[in-house]
Structures are given as C-alpha cells and as structure tokens.
C-alpha cells in the first residue's frame, strides 16, 4: 500500500534531522515508521505561499498532476487541502482522503454556511483525532458521521528521548521549565511563581497569533528566579535538552476547546518528568488518575501556587509521577503505538476504496 503524504511545513529536513536522532519523530504523524507497517509514502513536495488560495491551487495543481500511484493521500491538516476535498466531495477526486483534525468539526452559523460546511466534511473519508471529547463534539454538530472518525493516541518519539538521555545525558537542574506558544496562559503561571519564588524557565515566542506574550513576560523580567527566552523557529532538539534537564514541567494553557499543550504533555510523559497542567478537559489522558502531575483549574493563580509547592517539598512524589508518566508513554502514547493504529486505519480504507 502507498499514501501521498501532505504536511503543513518542510518535511524532508526533519525526516533527515529524525535519522541523527535530531528530530523527534512523532512531529512527522507517522511518516518516520509507515514503512515498518507496511505503508509506502509518496511525499508532497512542499512550497510555502503567504496566500491561503495560491496555496490551495499549488496543492490541488501539484497532487492531481502526481505520476505516482497511490491508494490514499494522508494529510496533517486540511490546510490547503480545501479546493481538493470539496472535488472529493463532488465526486470528481477519487482516492479516499484521511487527515488530521486538530480541533473538534466547528458548528457553524446560517444555513448556508452550514450546508458548505456539511459538503466540504463529505469529501473527507477518514479525521483522526487526539480525544474522545474532540470525536464527541464533532459529532454534535451533525456534520460528520461516527465511522470515519477515529481516536489516535497521539504520544512521543520514545527512540528520540532515550538517546537524547544516553548520548546527551543531560544533568538534572533545580528549574521547573514552561515550553510551546499555542495559548498560553503566562499571566496565571508566572504569578505564582512570583508568590512561590521557585526558579522557572520559559521558552515559548513573543507572540502567538493577536496574544502578544512579550508584554506579560517583560513585566517579570526583574524577577531574578524567572527567566524568559524568546525562540524563533522550531528548535525541538534543543528545547528537548532543557526539559530533560528540570525537575518538572509545567503547561499553563488558556480555555480553548481543544488539546492545548498536548506536544508538550506528551514530552514530559516520555522523559519520565513530572508535569503540572491546565485541567484541559480535552485530553485523552488522565493525569490526575494516573498520578503522573497535577492539573489545575484555568486561571487558578492559587492551585498552581499549591501545586508547585507540594513538588518542591515533596520530591519523592515527584520522581513517582514521573515514572507513572513514562509508564503511560510506553504502555499507550508513543509513535509506534500511535503509527500501527494509524496504518491499521489506513489499510483498511483503502480496501474498501
């Protein structure tokens, strides 16, 4: 079986960066361990626009044009997908799509709107999805059908981590470290840091979309335990080396309805750090019950004050949650676990296409 394999930014630098152990693999969904199941990929020639329909018409124009023979094209988003997926839709495209679906299938207002939005999920034969809540909310909105939606269990690269560890051996720090852009909280998290005067690393960008986070982060920049590192770019061998080396790391997230921070979750989980969270009701996994963090309510300046200091003061508990943590990632969120549930899908749409 072959897949054309799209994704939403350069590829074949990182899969080349994943070979050195440089890159963590499970960023590629897939594509570093398709061929050990059995899965063939054609890989979408990349090309960045600024422009949302230059890119739609390079993308349509370039995969309906491949010499390449393929049974099902497999995308990491539907960005730039959409002129396609509405020929699906109508027939005119004839290889079953299956993509990634960040977020839960949005309601939409007005019945047009609606019914343009009901025939562009008719052109998607497969969504994968990071939780159970995203599948539910989806399918509240009438728009998608039980059967093409599948549950993944999204989790690390645990090959990448372990010889980041071995090779690297990166030395424990006493710093709790804060990583990832994407909706960040930084007003709640460095509060409490303020109160509780525990050393605390952040990396992250100095915006996020309309959140311009280097105001809030400058406001703390006289605070001498707390430091703030603006990253540009994507750097995830590096900023993997800095998790490593804390003692815990913390996820601050806004109310945003889908897994915000996830990247980063599944990061600690693997590097057997414990992690205090956002109690982000999205996610698949349960830290609180598999007592490998702490979650705190959004917005709670005193749950995360309380939550760092019961880590500080009980590092015994912390080193537990950690290896509850990495027990989680090798028991059921990892890329090879991940990747088989995603061939196993795959395989089976394309027999019945």
């Known amino acids: ?9 350069p590829i074949l630098p990182a899969l080349e960066e994943w070979k050195e152990f440089k890159h963590p693999g499970h960023i590629l969904y897939g594509l570093t361990h398709f061929e050990r199941n059995g899965i ?3 890989i979408h020639p990349f090309k960045a ?3 949302r329909l230059r890119l739609m018409i390079y993308n349509l124009i370039t995969i309906l044009s491949c010499k390449q023979s393929y049974d099902v094209l497999y995308g990491t988003s539907y960005r730039g997908l959409e002129l396609l997926i509405f020929l699906r839709a109508l027939g005119l495209y004839r290889k079953p799509i299956a993509i990634w679906h960040h977020q839960a299938v949005p309601a939409s207002n007005g019945y047009l709107k609606n019914q343009v939005s009901k025939l562009f999920y008719k052109g998607l034969d497969c969504l994968f999805f990071f939780s159970r809540a995203l599948i ?11 059967e093409r939606l599948h549950l993944i269990h ?3 690269d645990l090959d990448f981590y372990d010889h980041l560890i071995q090779v690297d051996k990166p030395g424990k720090k006493d710093f709790f470290i804060s990583t990832g852009k994407e909706n960040r909280d930084f007003q709640t998290l460095l509060q409490a840091f303020a109160a509780t005067q525990q050393p605390l690393e952040v990396y992250t960008s100095s915006a996020n979309g309309d959140q311009q986070y280097d105001t809030i982060l400058q406001a703390y920049a006289d605070q001498p335990h707390i430091r703030i590192h603006f990253v540009k770019g994507i750097i995830p061998y590096e900023l993997a080396l800095k998790v490593a080396s804390s003692q815990a790391v913390v996820i601050s997230c806004l109310d945003f309805p889908y897994t915000v921070g996830l990247t980063t979750l599944v990061e600690a989980l693997a590097l057997g750090i ?26 709670d300046v005193n749950g995360w004050e309380e939550a760092i200091r019961f880590l500080q003061q009980h590092p015994e508990k912390a080193v537990e949650m950690g290896q509850n943590g990495r027990h989680l990632a090798e028991q059921t969120y990892n890329l090879e676990n991940y990747t088989k549930e995603l061939a196993d899908i795959l395989k089976t749409l394309a027999r019945k296409a």
């Open 1 to 9: 079986m072959r897949i054309y394999y799209y994704h939403t930014r």
């Open 40 to 42: 063939d990929t054609v």
């Open 49 to 51: 626009y600024a422009s």
């Open 136 to 146: 539910e909310d989806s399918l509240s909105t009438r728009k998608v059908r039980a």
């Open 154 to 156: 999204w989790g690390a």
């Open 274 to 299: 414990p992690l205090i969270t956002s109690r982000n009701p999205k996610f698949e996994m349960d830290i609180d019950h598999e007592e490998a963090g702490i979650t705190v309510a959004y917005g």
